[in-house]
């Protein structure tokens, strides 16, 4: 028996005999023990099924005692009957006027509340260790008494020696015959591996094209060809490897953009000069840079959060760095743990956007006064005037005015919103603010034939934003209405997860998949006509949710109507 059996087969199969053993005798013990308490449960039902007249009247007891104990001498099995203060009526074994008081006995205390109660320890009346059963007898549905049953352990016992005796005996010889196949199977083994031993080493230094030459038809001729198979299948696979991994580097190398590849252990596996300039430490190499060396704390924390998190996917980040702003991509690769990192120098689009939003907010801020002017003469002409034609002329400039003063209005409103909008909370009644909102859209919606549902589930008064929270109502229900020409539209305002919930939904002609996304753009309009409005109204739905830390759901399917589903956290009273 050489020193490698004897420590790597031998003393764990003995361990393993050991255990196996110990494990099937607990198991023994507990199936044992598991039977007797049955055989003690059947035997104490059908002494209740059988003297069930007797034991319900305690005045016939003593009629039983001679019966019971005779059934103990023949079965071994003590009975004992206890009322339900704990005194012992009678007992097989001991005289019941001698006996403590049992009503704290674990299993006549359970067998009180109306349970079949088992339980193992120790008499002190018969000084031994025995198991009980003990169940409650009823009269007309109460709890009249309890009949008990035992066994002495002694009994449990005997079935378990003779067992383990017997698995003593036969162990010993298994775990011999065990050691001597073991010792052949070893020489014979032995002898036959050595050679993939050989091959496997070759292989291992990638030298592929090593080969097993074996007789067919012996016991190792399958493995044989296995690794004959999978050697050919490694060296194809690791040219193809080889060729991808030099293209690969040939397409990173002709990307401009600065790029960095993360994996699993926090070192980037490649990165380029130009990542490496923006946000690595400059004395850190291109090649095997740590994941420690990146400077930028904004970059820096959202990595360190990603490698973290197994939730977390995909994040970008807007980052201003030497007067430029760049928007870094963060993308995690599901399967391979790598996480890949872009950044876009984003600047020239952060100035024309934020060129267009001062524009519109100067030109609606300046257009204020001359369309006040305009509107002010004109309604003060129209009245001076007695020529009908020149009146139907004024008539048309007001009418003109004030949509120019309502573009202006919506243009203020988004211009307060996308710039940093304060949030003013208030203790809120929505069922009235509701009813303040849908009111002249009721109208609107009766002169068009429509079904306007109103349904507001929400009892209670909730901190919020008001003026935000009517933004949000009048501009969903002002498109549902404008464009929905028959059928209903739907508001349902309620509470759901500790959130403000706004449903509103219409059988309007619906909105096509590709423009779904663009419907919050500011002037996006689906129909081009002039009656369409000025597309800022969901613009400014968006930015009012956003300001309210909510988020905004679309649902439509083109000739079947839309719906919008609008989820505002209510704010906790601090």
């Given at each position: 028996?050489?020193?490698?059996?004897?420590?790597?087969?031998?003393?764990?199969?003995?361990?393993?005999?050991?255990?196996?053993?110990?494990?099937?005798?607990?198991?023994?013990?507990?199936?044992?023990?598991?039977?007797?308490?049955?055989?003690?449960?059947?035997?104490?039902?059908?002494?209740?099924?059988?003297?069930?007249?007797?034991?319900?009247?305690?005045?016939?007891?003593?009629?039983?005692?001679?019966?019971?104990?005779?059934i103990d001498s023949k079965t071994g099995k003590r009975i004992t009957i206890v009322d339900t203060s704990g005194v012992v009526l009678l007992d097989t074994r001991e005289n019941p006027f001698h006996m403590d008081n049992h009503r704290w006995r674990p299993e006549i205390r359970q067998a009180l509340k109306g349970e079949t109660s088992f339980s193992f320890r120790f008499s002190h009346t018969v000084k031994t260790r025995m198991l009980y059963c003990a169940i409650p007898i009823y009269s007309e549905d109460k709890i009249v008494m309890v009949l008990r049953v035992s066994e002495p352990e002694s009994r449990l016992l005997s079935t378990l020696r003779r067992t383990r005796k017997n698995i003593l005996i036969t162990?010993?010889?298994?775990?011999?015959?065990?050691?001597?196949?073991?010792?052949?199977?070893?020489?014979?083994?032995?002898?036959?591996?050595?050679?993939?031993?050989?091959?496997?080493?070759?292989?291992?230094?990638?030298?592929?094209?090593?080969k097993i030459i074996r007789k067919p038809g012996d016991f190792l001729s399958t493995l044989t060809l296995y690794f004959n198979e999978m050697a050919e299948r490694l060296k194809h696979s690791f040219e193809q490897l080889a060729r991808r991994e030099a293209e690969m580097k040939s397409i990173l190398e002709s990307i401009q953009l600065p790029l960095g590849i993360l994996n699993e252990q926090k070192v980037f596996i490649y990165l380029n000069e130009e990542f490496r300039t923006l946000f690595m430490n400059p004395k850190s190499s291109i090649e095997g840079a740590n994941f420690e060396d990146i400077l930028d704390t904004q970059l820096y924390d959202t990595l360190?959060?990603?490698?973290?998190?197994?939730?977390?996917?995909?994040?970008?980040?807007?980052?201003?760095?030497?007067?430029?702003?760049?928007?870094?991509?963060?993308?995690?690769?599901?399967?391979?743990?790598?996480?890949?990192?872009?950044?876009?120098?984003?600047?020239?689009?952060?100035?024309k956007e934020r060129l267009k939003k001062d524009l519109i907010t100067y030109v609606s801020h300046d257009l204020r006064t001359p369309l006040t002017?305009?509107?002010?003469?004109?309604?003060?002409?129209?009245?001076?005037?007695?020529?009908?034609?020149?009146?139907?002329?004024?008539?048309?400039?007001?009418?003109?005015?004030?949509?120019?003063?309502?573009?202006?209005?919506?243009?203020?409103?988004?211009?307060?919103?996308?710039?940093?909008?304060?949030?003013?909370?208030?203790?809120?009644?929505?069922?009235?603010?509701?009813?303040?909102?849908?009111?002249?859209?009721?109208?609107?919606?009766?002169?068009?034939?429509?079904?306007?549902?109103?349904?507001?589930?929400?009892?209670?008064?909730?901190?919020?934003?008001?003026?935000?929270?009517?933004?949000?109502?009048?501009?969903?229900?002002?498109?549902?209405?404008?464009?929905?020409?028959?059928?209903?539209?739907?508001?349902?305002?309620?509470?759901?997860?500790?959130?403000?919930?706004?449903?509103?939904?219409?059988?309007?002609?619906?909105?096509?998949?590709?423009?779904?996304?663009?419907?919050?753009?500011?002037?996006?309009?689906?129909?081009?006509?002039?009656?369409a409005g000025f597309g800022l109204g969901l613009a400014i739905v968006k930015h009012a949710v956003k300001a309210l830390n909510g988020k905004i759901e679309v649902r439509s399917q083109l000739g079947s109507g839309t719906t919008f589903l609008i989820i505002i956290p209510i704010v906790k009273n601090s």
């Open positions: 028996m050489t020193k490698r059996i004897l420590i790597f087969i031998v003393i764990p199969l003995l361990f393993l005999s050991l255990t196996l053993t110990t494990i099937a005798y607990r198991e023994l013990y507990r199936d044992s023990q598991d039977f007797h308490k049955k055989e003690l449960f059947d035997f104490a039902q059908a002494l209740s099924r059988n003297f069930s007249d007797v034991l319900r009247n305690p005045e016939k007891l003593r009629y039983l005692d001679s019966i019971f104990k005779e162990l010993p010889i298994i775990f011999i015959l065990s050691i001597i196949s073991l010792l052949i199977l070893d020489t014979l083994y032995r002898m036959e591996i050595n050679q993939f031993i050989n091959a496997f080493s070759k292989l291992s230094k990638n030298n592929f094209n090593v360190r959060n990603i490698l973290k998190s197994d939730d977390i996917y995909y994040q970008d980040l807007l980052i201003r760095k030497e007067g430029k702003y760049l928007k870094v991509i963060i993308k995690k690769l599901e399967g391979v743990n790598r996480i890949v990192i872009t950044a876009m120098d984003i600047s020239d689009t952060i100035e002017i305009i509107r002010g003469y004109a309604e003060t002409a129209l009245d001076e005037i007695r020529d009908e034609r020149v009146k139907n002329y004024i008539e048309k400039i007001l009418e003109g005015t004030q949509e120019l003063q309502v573009l202006v209005e919506k243009l203020n409103t988004l211009s307060k919103l996308e710039n940093v909008p304060e949030v003013d909370l208030k203790e809120v009644n929505l069922r009235e603010l509701v009813k303040s909102v849908v009111t002249p859209f009721e109208h609107q919606a009766k002169s068009k034939g429509l079904n306007l549902n109103v349904e507001v589930s929400l009892e209670k008064f909730v901190k919020t934003d008001p003026e935000k929270v009517k933004m949000i109502l009048v501009n969903l229900l002002d498109n549902a209405v404008k464009f929905t020409e028959k059928g209903e539209v739907k508001l349902f305002v309620g509470e759901k997860d500790e959130n403000i919930q706004i449903l509103v939904s219409d059988t309007g002609p619906g909105i096509p998949e590709d423009y779904v996304e663009k419907i919050f753009e500011r002037f996006f309009t689906l129909d081009k006509s002039r009656s």
